[in-house]
């Protein structure tokens, strides 16, 4: 039986309610935010019931729904103004060194806005959910599939699909990496749920319980107009075809958690690894074993971390924009599989403690030096896992007055071999959701890994 075919139904551009005259100046970006221009944007969403009578009952409710989503999100963007802008780059060839400068146009008169996309499809809840692997048609789900974040030139840069199902809504947000990390991505769209929910309740005057810090940060003596050592973007641009990927959740209790983060210390004499490195170490290891690597194949394991509280003083929390680096652990395939999980958390646990702002300063003065642009083919190594995202993001706080969500789902952006994206579980309680993408048979060989699969709970 064919897939149902998610079907557009209308399309609109949403910009700020609410402008002023910076908002019509250039925004200039940091080495972080520049790395990223040929990365992916980020895509995530969330699944939620329709309310009961939702059709039946209540013929105007998607309609109403749509047009509370459209004027939250408008008086969200005057808080975010950035995300209804477009790149742009501006050329130099006459001086010496030539001068190439990408920067987000915020003029409100010249950019679209973002772009809010209503869309149906004939499938239900269960559907998506009841699979053992997520359904490729959860790609369709959001907008900008497969797009890189220089295409933020001419696409928008913030894109909003509200897809309908039977009997569930799903709400994808893509943004462009270029403009922010995980923890601001979450941040905006916690803040728009937030506009939201006051409106939906009459309140006036609405602000914002973490209202972004949108000035960027440079270094002393750096910023906030860098020169790139490009003359086009052909020279720093790629675009990365996945291979075929399964890509399925697993579900760990805070029970199965915390017995890891024991076990991890205890083989190691320690108190000091966390639940996230020990249930990290549980995955490197696993999926190593399963990809059957020789003995002497080195392999690593990156994390993503934030550097805004590894900076001295450190960036605010909500520091709008990208403060995000991989630390890494490396070993041998034969080296992870003959010790134990301890000693395995334990490389990790190194390498995210030895993260400090002499680190953060070194790679950032290295990128003023030559920089350079991430290469998604190059950059992750099929050898090799890459846990990104964060539990701790508060996923499930966006509600849109739908109740809690009942999944969290992403698109199809960064999804390569051996990439995790770690969500909390929906029950909280520091219970954890990994979404793992492998190839067929490497998937087959994770999931008959007693070790692995003894961990794994069931999903309440």
């Not at 039986?1 to 925004?27: D, G, H, N, Q």
């Not at 009578?53 to 509370?68: E, I, S």
């Not at 403009?179 to 005057?205: C, I, P, R, Y």
């Not at 099929?382 to 109740?403: A, C």
């Amino acid at each position: 039986m064919a897939t149902p075919t998610v079907r557009l139904i209308s399309e609109c551009f949403i910009k700020p309610k609410f402008t002023s005259e910076e908002t019509k100046e250039s925004y200039y970006l940091t080495p972080w935010d520049l790395a990223m221009l040929s990365a992916n944007y980020i895509q995530k969403g969330l699944l939620y019931s329709k309310p009961p009578g939702a059709n039946a009952d209540d013929p105007n409710f998607m309609a109403t729904f749509l047009d509370r989503l459209k004027d939250s999100l408008s008086l969200t963007l005057g808080h975010f103004y950035p995300l209804s802008g477009r790149l742009a780059t501006k050329k130099e060839d006459s001086t010496t060194p030539p001068s190439y400068v990408v920067f987000v146009d915020c003029n409100n008169n010249s950019s679209h806005g973002a772009k809010f996309i209503h869309a149906a499809v004939d499938m239900t809840v269960s559907d998506i959910l009841s699979p053992i692997y997520v359904p490729p048609v959860v790609y369709s789900f959001f907008d900008h599939d497969k797009v890189i974040n220089h295409d933020g030139h001419t696409l928008s840069l913030l894109s909003i699909q509200v897809t309908e199902l039977v009997d569930g809504i799903f709400v994808g947000c893509s943004i462009n990496h270029i403009m922010v990390d995980g923890t601001s991505f979450w941040n905006f769209f916690n803040s728009w749920s937030e506009v939201f929910m006051a409106q939906l309740q009459g309140k006036n005057n609405i602000s914002l319980s973490r209202p972004p810090v949108l000035n960027r940060w440079f270094p002393d003596g750096y910023g906030p107009i860098i020169n790139l050592p490009f003359t086009h973007h052909d020279q720093f641009i790629s675009r990365f075809e996945a291979p075929v990927l399964k890509e399925r959740i697993f579900h760990f209790s805070s029970e199965s958690i915390a017995k890891l983060k024991a076990r991890a210390n205890a083989e190691c004499n320690s108190n000091e690894i966390s639940s996230f490195q020990a249930l990290s170490a549980l995955l490197w290891r696993s999926i190593t074993r399963a990809r059957s690597l020789p003995d002497e194949q080195e392999t690593s394991c990156r994390l993503a971390i934030n550097d805004r509280t590894r900076l001295e003083p450190p960036l605010p929390e909500n520091y709008f924009g990208n403060s995000v680096q991989t630390v890494r652990a490396v070993a041998t395939a034969g080296q992870l599989l003959e010790h134990d999980l301890g000693w395995v958390a334990w490389l990790l646990h190194e390498a995210v403690v030895g993260h400090t702002d002499n680190d953060v300063h070194g790679w950032l003065d290295s990128w003023f030096e030559t920089p350079f642009i991430y290469q998604l083919g190059q950059f992750f190594d099929p050898n090799s896992i890459m846990m990104g995202s964060s539990p701790r993001f508060n996923k499930y706080g966006v509600e849109f007055g739908l109740g809690k969500g009942l999944a969290l789902r992403s698109g199809y952006a960064h999804k390569l071999d051996g990439t995790v994206s770690c969500y909390p579980g929906r029950e909280g309680g520091g219970s954890v959701d990994l979404e793992v993408c492998l190839p067929p048979n490497s998937m087959s060989a994770l999931e008959s890994n007693l070790e692995f699969m003894e961990a794994v709970s069931f999903s309440p």
